[in-house]
């Protein structure tokens, strides 16, 4: 995904209420162990805010949402206009399993260990209690 300066200034006022001016900056202050950024420092000419949890992320960088927040941020500024590029690492929670993916096999008749076969070579399927 990329945003300009002013379509990324106007999407973040937008999502989020808070005039940051022209945002100058997207610096990641944290990732969970999956790699997940979970709290993004914004720095704008009137504002400088680190908004947190991987949800308000997704929220404030997307139109409706990011799929996930597994995502590296590429400033590059080129003639004194800056653009922002959102490098994405995949979707879903991080542990192996689309969630589309074994959907359509559901649908094409697969039962559930079947899929979860698919996903987690290896595994074992048992009882627990």
Known sequence: MIYS??????LV??????????IVNLIP??????GRLIRLKIVGTLRTMIIGKELEIRKTLSKTHLYSS?????RQEVSGEI????????WGHGVGLCQIG????????YKYPE???HYFRGAEL???Y
């Open 126 to 128: 048992m009882k627990m």
């Open 115 to 117: 899929i979860l076969a």
């Open 13 to 22: 006022r937008a999502k989020t209420g808070i005039d940051f001016g022209r």
């Open 5 to 10: 300066q002013n379509e990324l200034s106007d």
């Open 70 to 74: 597994a995502f590296i941020i590429d």
């Open 83 to 90: 653009n922002f590029i959102l490098h994405g690492a995949g």
């Open 29 to 34: 202050m944290e990732r969970g162990v999956s």
């Open 102 to 109: 074994a959907a359509v096999m559901g649908s094409m008749s």
